[in-house]
């Protein structure tokens, strides 16, 4: 079945409106992952000699170069070159969960007007990394996937705005104050709980670790700049959890007021040079070749109505994500464990 997806495309214009081709931005991460511009140009499908051309006409356009070029050295970014490269995957990061949301509800329309109609399953859950595998899993039946905050997500399953909502407790901070938030939402005659993914949460620094950052007492210092997650987010409440229970007050992080939306938005920001230290999902450090210093793990659970589970989509969901070929997937992601993935259980078993 063929998908849809979104992504943001970016648009140069100088005064006279002159626009330049946006494959600038395929090339330059080719060179930064490759180090070298023939590889580069390979891996893009272009010739040297066009990858050369667009170097050139964006140095003019910009009035700097982009790309160091050395006889028997390769290629690398210039500083320049790398601010654009990270302004790219910020962008991407912030903007993922609302374009892959509008992305889900256009396949939806599209399945629905090809296909004829599926047993269809509404499913608002975050953002994460092994979330985002579920439109590979949808055999026979139709999946629409919505990201939103956890609290925002079992709120619209209690009003029957969703068939599914996503969660995540941490596995050894079970009395953690904020997770009453959560559980209030809950009820244990009326819901049943599904286990998903298991997954590692911790600190992301540049792969050198320059500050030597280790923990969170290593983060106390006016030198180091924390990147957060905002208010609403699950993750920003655990990483809060962590400091109360260190006795380090929020005031003492520097930065801490300054946030990004995703794992990935906040891993792009460190390994942009604009933060020195964020805290999130082990794939997102190893997404941008960060180091990752294990804090805590987490269970990321979905929840239903005790009559969903009788409907086919869920039927097919959970034999989808307790397949072999569902396990091997999230295999592939750092911090990440298939472990009885797609387990239905009681609410009173958390």
Wanted: proline fraction near 4%.
């Amino acid at each position: 079945m063929k998908r849809i997806s979104v992504e943001p495309a970016w648009i140069f214009k100088d005064e006279s409106g002159s626009r330049l081709d946006p494959q600038l931005f395929l090339l330059i991460s080719a060179i930064h992952e490759q180090g070298k511009l023939t590889l580069a140009a390979k891996q893009v499908g272009i010739s040297y000699r066009h990858s050369w051309n667009i170097l050139r006409h964006w140095a003019g356009f910009f009035g700097c170069e982009l790309v160091h070029l050395q006889k028997g050295r390769g290629a690398s970014l210039t500083p320049l070159g790398e601010k654009l490269l990270w302004a790219q995957q910020r962008l991407i990061a912030r903007l993922e969960p609302q374009l892959k949301s509008f992305a889900s509800e256009i396949n939806l329309e599209i399945q629905r007007s090809l296909d004829g109609v599926k047993p269809l399953l509404n499913i608002y859950a975050s953002f994460g990394y092994a979330v985002e595998l579920l439109p590979n899993f949808t055999q026979n039946y139709q999946l629409n996937l919505q990201y939103k905050e956890v609290e925002e997500a079992l709120v619209a399953l209690n009003r029957g705005q969703c068939d599914v909502a996503g969660f995540h407790l941490p596995v050894e901070l079970r009395d953690a104050k904020y997770l009453t938030r959560y559980l209030r939402h809950l009820r244990p005659r009326a819901h049943k709980v599904i286990r998903f993914i298991p997954r590692r949460m911790g600190l992301m620094v540049k792969a050198t670790n320059p500050k030597q950052i280790f923990s969170l007492q290593d983060m106390v210092d006016c030198e180091v700049q924390f990147i957060n997650r905002e208010p609403a987010s699950g993750t920003r409440l655990l990483f809060e959890e962590l400091l109360q229970r260190q006795d380090l007050p929020v005031e003492s992080i520097n930065g801490f007021d300054d946030v990004e939306y995703t794992h990935s938005a906040i891993a792009a920001y460190v390994a942009a040079g604009m933060a020195d230290v964020g805290f999130g999902v082990e794939a997102a450090a190893k997404k941008f070749s960060l180091h990752f210093i294990p804090m805590t793990t987490e269970h990321y659970l979905f929840v239903c109505n005790n009559k969903t589970l009788q409907q086919e989509s869920m039927q097919r969901f959970l034999a989808e994500i307790s397949s072999v070929d569902f396990y091997s997937s999230v295999e592939t992601l750092a911090g990440y464990t298939p472990d009885q993935c797609g387990e239905v259980i009681n609410v009173e078993d958390l």
